[in-house]
């Protein structure tokens, strides 16, 4: 019973920290769009 346990446990731990990962990523892609966007308004507004 208790190696079932453990394995159980090991799925999660195993499985939980894929979740952070994926949001500070996509936190992370959508700093670089705006800044993207933001240079790329500040091109136009320079070369009007």
Wanted: net charge positive.
């Amino acid at each position: 019973m208790s190696e079932h346990k453990n394995s159980q446990y090991k799925k999660e731990n195993k499985s939980t920290p894929s979740r952070p990962l994926e949001y500070k990523e996509r936190t992370n892609e959508s700093q670089s769009t705006r800044q993207m966007l933001r240079s790329i308004l500040e091109y136009s507004s320079r070369y009007r």
